[in-house]
């Protein structure tokens, strides 16, 4: 499976970088078995609603979303990734949000994680972190 961070979400409604947010869109749109982790659809919500001073709405937020949960598998996080999650943020020196990030893509067979502010994690098995906005 392949899912992406938030950051990629959130730059599909950013017009203030429109190189990123192509690279955004054409990622989406065509992200083949596609998972939407749901602390990432929970951060999107939160973090895109900061864009309505640009001119985005509550609604294109919502409706987003929608499209993704019915075009996407939904990951849902349990107990046991917080075990995981532990020994990933010990081992990578990584915060705790994102250790239950990759905990729960880890767990839930996530391969590639397309992601602007993981790729410094270093190798992490089982999972490619990948930069779509990288040159």
């Not at 989406?28 to 999107?44: D, F, K, M, P």
């Not at 939904?74 to 995981?84: E, S």
């Amino acid at each position: 499976m392949n899912a992406v961070d938030t950051n990629v979400l959130v730059y599909l409604h950013d017009p203030r970088d429109p190189a990123k947010q192509a690279i955004a869109g054409m990622l989406v749109r065509s992200l083949t078995n596609g998972a939407l982790i749901w602390q990432v659809a929970c951060e999107y919500i939160a973090a895109a609603r900061k864009l309505k001073p640009l001119g985005v709405t509550e609604d294109e937020i919502w409706q987003n979303l929608k499209l993704l949960r019915s075009s996407w598998t939904i990951l849902l996080p349990v107990a046991g990734h917080l075990d995981r999650a532990e020994i990933l943020l010990r081992q990578h020196s990584l915060s705790f949000w994102d250790s239950v990030l990759l905990a729960v893509a880890l767990e839930r067979g996530v391969t590639t994680l397309y992601s602007e502010d993981l790729v410094g994690v270093g190798n992490i098995p089982g999972i490619q972190i990948v930069n779509p906005f990288a040159p």
